[in-house]
C-alpha cells in the first residue's frame, strides 16, 4: 500500500521544526519553539539544505549530516572586510561600542534586507574588521527536520 501524505517538492510550503548546527552548536533551532513556514525555491533555506528535504512526506522526521562546505559553501577570505569608523557612524549608532564576537546587522543596499557581520577585530581609531561569512560556511553540518506541513 503506498501512502497519500504529501510529499515535498521544489516549489512546496512548509510548517516544519528544524535545526541547523555546526561544531560549535546550534545556529537555529525552532524545537520547543513555534514552527517555521517557508516556501522551497525562495531562499529561505541554503539549496542543499532544500535537496535534503525534497521527496521526504509529510511527519517525517529525520537528521542529516553535510560535508564541510557543502551547506554554505567554503570559507571566503575575502568576506572578512575592514570598516571605517565614519562608515560605520553614517550606518548605524554613532556611540556603538563594537566588542569581538559581536554579530552586527547591516541593511542590504536596496534596503529591503539585512544581513551580518561577527566582529573580529576593532582597531585604536575605531574601525572593525567584519567577517560576513555564513556562520556555518567551511564547516560540517547537521539538519534536523520535521516535517508538520506540506502544501
Same mark, same amino acid.
Given at each position: ?67 564541510? %562546505? ?6 571566503? $577570505? =575575502?568576506?572578512?572586510?575592514?570598516? !571605517?569608523?565614519? +562608515? @560605520?557612524?553614517?550606518? #548605524? ?7 569581538? %564576537? ?6 542590504? $543596499? =536596496?534596503?529591503?534586507?539585512?544581513? !551580518?557581520?561577527? +566582529? @573580529?577585530?576593532?582597531? #585604536? ?27
Amino acid at each position: 500500500m503506498t501512502s497519500s501524505l504529501p510529499r515535498v517538492h521544489a516549489s512546496s510550503f512548509l510548517t516544519l521544526h528544524y535545526r541547523l548546527s555546526g561544531p560549535a552548536g546550534d545556529i537555529i533551532n525552532t524545537f520547543g519553539d513555534k514552527p517555521a513556514t517557508l516556501s522551497l525555491g525562495t531562499g529561505e533555506l541554503a539549496p542543499a539544505v532544500e535537496q535534503c528535504l525534497i521527496g521526504l512526506e509529510e511527519g517525517t522526521r529525520q537528521t542529516f549530516a553535510l560535508p564541510a %562546505g557543502a551547506a554554505f559553501g567554503e570559507r571566503n $577570505p =575575502d568576506m572578512q572586510q575592514w570598516l !571605517a569608523r565614519k +562608515v @560605520l557612524t553614517e550606518m #548605524g549608532d554613532p556611540l556603538e561600542d563594537y566588542r569581538l %564576537g559581536d554579530v552586527v546587522q547591516f541593511p542590504t $543596499p =536596496d534596503g529591503r534586507g539585512q544581513f !551580518a557581520g561577527v +566582529v @573580529l577585530q576593532v582597531r #585604536g581609531d575605531g574601525g572593525v574588521l567584519f567577517d560576513f561569512n555564513h556562520p556555518l560556511a567551511g564547516h560540517p553540518v547537521t539538519f534536523e527536520v520535521q516535517l508538520l506541513g506540506v502544501l
